[in-house]
């Protein structure tokens, strides 16, 4: 039994030292991240440490005052920082962006 619990220990250290490898990677980007219990977040990687990644989240406010009767009603976000152990994340990805249409006028090919 000893030797299955050496093994996981060994799966464990290899995935830290890969998710520490694409935190690195991603280092000062916007990314999707899933941690083992099934939370998803999107946030900016900000750094790095031994066994740990530093991470700004963003936080929906909703403002103090505005009209109700507006349908559209003003968002703000703010970002905080979490400080994450890299054991705990599952999964770590890039968010897409893509390249808006270009406004009027247009360009002609």
Known sequence: MSEQHYDESI?????????????????????LVETKDGKKFDAIVMGLKKDK????VPEMMEPETYDRNDTRQPRFRRFGGLLLPLAAIAALSLLPYYRPYPFYPYPYF
Do not use: F, T, W
Not at 11 to 30: F, G, I, N, P, S
């Open 53 to 56: 990644v530093e991470l700004l």
């Open 11 to 31: 799966r464990d250290d290899e995935r830290a030292k890969h998710m520490y490898d694409k935190c690195k990677q991603y280092k000062q980007y916007h990314v």
